[in-house]
Nanobody, 125 residues
Framework: QVQLVESGGGLVQAGGSLRLSCAAS????????MGWFRQAPGKEREFVAAMSGSAGSTYYADSVKGRFTISRDNAMNTVYLQMNSLKPEDTAVYSC??????????????????WGQGTQVTVSS
């Protein structure tokens, strides 16, 4: 089992940057495929980015590709989401999740086993 705690959210102007952190305890993050999802008010939760637990391959939603970067620090047991060139439509609660180390697409929320509580990101225009 693993516990996940997100941090780093906040209010930023359009064009700005934020780095979200997802600190894990209980198991190492490399044991899992790790993902970031977001949910805006009145909308369904959507995939943002993921990193496989084995090879560390990365995957991104088209809407964030080229602007967001997912990374992992095994020594800190933390996964990060660097968000650049933020847009108002990026406003949402961002949650990290731990899922299968091998297999799956890592793009579907039902693939994941454990979730953090989420952190609010608000981008003003």
């Amino acid at each position: 089992q693993v516990q996940l705690v997100e941090s780093g959210g906040g209010l930023v102007q359009a064009g700005g940057s934020l780095r979200l952190s997802c600190a894990a305890s209980g198991r190492t993050v490399s044991t899992y495929g790790m993902g970031w999802f977001r949910q805006a008010p009145g909308k369904e939760r959507e995939f943002v980015a993921a990193m496989s637990g084995s090879a560390g391959s990365t995957y991104y939603a088209d809407s964030v590709k080229g602007r967001f970067t997912i990374s992992r620090d095994n020594a800190m047991n933390t996964v990060y989401l660097q968000m650049n060139s933020l847009k108002p439509e990026d406003t949402a609660v961002y949650s990290c999740a731990a899922g299968p180390r091998y297999g799956g697409t890592l793009r579907r929320d039902y693939e994941y086993y454990y979730w953090g509580q989420g952190t609010q990101v608000t981008v003003s225009s």
